[in-house]
């Protein structure tokens, strides 16, 4: 018999928890990149129910960089995930971002299609991330994936 709440169930609890407080300023709701642009303040809400602003200068910027054929297919925040096991690799899983990063000039190094997922060296995130702050963020892939 688990006693004191150390069974199984309750690690599993615990890591969900921890996930989630990792996890609760990314976008819950990510918007086209054009609606973005049309929006007074443009914005969206994190996990944490927290606001999620995008600096227009940056978003005018961004949009310049790309095809407008992808301004309203990208979903922004561009979300690149992490496995907890591998730290020298993200993911992405939209093509919409991997032709987005290909226009950008942004992608190198290797990459590994597994299921739905798209492995890219992290670098590739951290470049992504420089150059267009606020544009991008970072997630622990077991809660949202």
Known sequence: MERGGTGPHQAEDRVSTALRRVNGGIA????????????????????????????????????A????????????????????????????????????LRV???LHGRRELVGNRLYLDRSVAEGFIARFPGMGQVAVAPLLA
């Open 104 to 106: 950008l000039g942004l």
């Open 28 to 63: 819950l709701e990510r918007k086209p990149l054009t609606q973005l642009l049309l929006e007074r303040v443009p914005s969206t809400t994190c996990h944490d129910r927290s606001e999620y602003r995008f600096d227009l200068f940056v978003l005018r910027d961004f949009a």
């Open 65 to 100: 960089s790309l095809p407008a054929s992808l301004h309203w297919r990208l979903l922004l925040p561009v979300l690149f995930f992490v496995d907890l096991d591998d730290g020298d690799r993200c993911f992405i899983i939209s093509a919409d971002t991997f032709t987005a």
